[in-house]
């Protein structure tokens, strides 16, 4: 298993650019997550989804869309980049079982900066 | 703002020396996750606490939820240079919205 890819780990935009951060699970799982991480500040939720065709709204959404057609992908699609959206970003995704445990599975992250 | 708060955000220790990092939500979580960041890497799950008041450890780091479960804390005993990164919180708002506080950047000097 692969576990959580994310493409690409490097790109580098221009303001009112935009481009998809790809991300995709071969691990069934049916929760799927976006973060955005920048210094001094953590991890911010940016987008999930419980499940194909179910997406729904994180702590920083604006400027981000998102869609999920298929279990394993879950593409960030960034319509006109600012240089405010420069971070790095981390793909999750999770199972949760019935005992109320579960774990979040990242990828290795993709590196935006934009300019 | 961010709703999830972790302290301290920094913290320089000995090798061999204690560290603790606390975890202070706004709300009432179902549970809370722990994760550990390694520099230039990924977060890697290392514990979830369910239970109030729940305490569970793992070799040398104790890992504590609250009785009213809003806060938490990572205590990491005798620290070594592998434990070197940044410890994140996460706490559960409803099904599947994971919320991750600030982390707190450890590091170990030899």
């Known amino acids: 298993n692969a576990g959580v890819t994310q493409t690409p780990k490097f790109q580098v935009l221009k303001t009112g650019q935009s481009m998809t951060l790809q991300c995709a699970q071969d691990?069934?799982?049916?929760?799927m997550s976006w973060y955005r991480q920048d210094p001094g500040m953590g991890l911010r939720l940016i987008h999930y989804?419980?499940?194909?065709?179910?997406?729904d709204q994180g702590e920083v959404p604006n400027g981000y869309n998102v869609s999920r057609s298929t279990t394993e992908d879950f593409p960030l699609r960034l319509l006109s980049a600012a240089p405010s959206q420069t971070s790095v970003y981390f793909c999750?995704?999770?199972?949760?079982?019935?005992?109320?445990?579960?774990?979040?599975?990242f990828g290795e992250g993709s590196r935006l900066t934009v300019l | 703002g961010q709703q999830v708060m972790q302290i301290p955000q920094y913290q320089h220790v000995q090798e061999g020396e204690d560290f603790t990092t606390y975890c202070n939500s706004s709300?009432?979580?179902?549970?809370i996750q722990w994760y550990k960041q390694r520099p230039g890497g990924h977060p890697v799950f290392l514990i979830q606490?369910?239970?109030?008041?729940e305490v569970k450890k793992q070799k040398r780091l104790t890992f504590q939820f609250g009785e009213a479960k809003k806060n938490s804390s990572l205590h990491i005993t005798a620290t070594q240079t592998t434990d070197v990164g940044t410890y994140f919180c996460?706490?559960?708002?409803?099904?599947?919205?994971?919320?991750f506080g600030t982390g707190t950047r450890l590091k170990v000097l030899a």
């Open positions: 999750a995704s999770s199972v949760q079982f019935r005992d109320g445990t579960g774990e979040l599975f």
């Open positions: 691990m069934n799982h049916e929760y």
């Open positions: 989804s419980v499940g194909a065709g179910i997406t």
């Open positions: 709300t009432t979580l179902s549970n």
């Open positions: 606490l369910v239970k109030s008041g």
């Open positions: 996460a706490g559960e708002r409803g099904t599947y919205k994971y919320i």
